[in-house]
């Protein structure tokens, strides 16, 4: 909070369309809701540094004219934000965003703040000394009600010193059962984040 910073993981925009492309019917608006969301997040956290802790982008062939038309814009009304890219792996095949989006770029492990031992991550890894800030799971819970219901619930994981964000994108896919037993784990819910008994720490 003190470095006016908020970090989201796996955006992964321009993943409808790649889906389009392949003749998957995937509904349109997936990037405008992604968009909105983090209006929304930007606007509630006041940050003056936006950083993607990896997958920007989904793949090349989702990175067509559309998908700048919508981001270019938005960048725009957001240009007194610094943005930041810690690259992952499908950044890799997709390629960096353009220029013009004014995202720096950067590989892991990165030091955001030079007096916090804390880096940012695509992947989960274990770095001695330091906490690490990651995402690449796409972690989720599932929640059983009393009429052997469930629900599935995007969810953070502590532990090791590895703190693990959910996929921020809004059609991103979910990985139940991803996180060691042993770690402690909060589920994303409507207008709040949970402790779930039985993780552990």
Avoid: Y
């Avoid at 950044?91 to 220029?99: E, F, I, R, S, T």
């Amino acid at each position: 909070p003190a470095a006016h910073m908020v970090l989201v993981a796996d955006v992964h925009f321009g993943k409808g369309a790649t889906f389009r492309r392949a003749g998957q019917p995937v509904p349109h608006g997936t990037t405008a809701d992604n968009l909105e969301r983090l209006d929304v997040v930007l606007a509630a956290t006041g940050a003056d540094h936006l950083v993607f802790l990896g997958d920007f982008l989904h793949a090349r062939s989702g990175a067509a004219d559309a998908l700048w038309q919508q981001l270019l814009p938005w960048r725009q009304r957001h240009a007194r934000v610094a943005m930041t890219l810690v690259r992952g792996n499908h950044d890799l095949h997709a390629g960096d965003p353009p220029a013009a989006l004014a995202v720096a770029l950067v590989n892991e492990p990165w030091l955001p703040c030079a007096d916090a031992p804390v880096l940012a991550c695509h992947h989960p890894q274990a770095v001695a000394g330091h906490t690490v800030l990651a995402g690449h799971l796409h972690p989720t819970l599932r929640l059983r009600g009393p009429a052997r219901d469930a629900l599935r619930a995007p969810c953070f994981g502590w532990g090791d010193g590895q703190l693990i964000l959910p996929a921020f994108g809004a059609f991103t896919g979910t990985a139940p059962d991803t996180l060691p037993a042993h770690w402690t784990q909060f589920a994303v819910l409507p207008g709040r984040v949970v402790a779930v008994p039985g993780g552990g720490s």
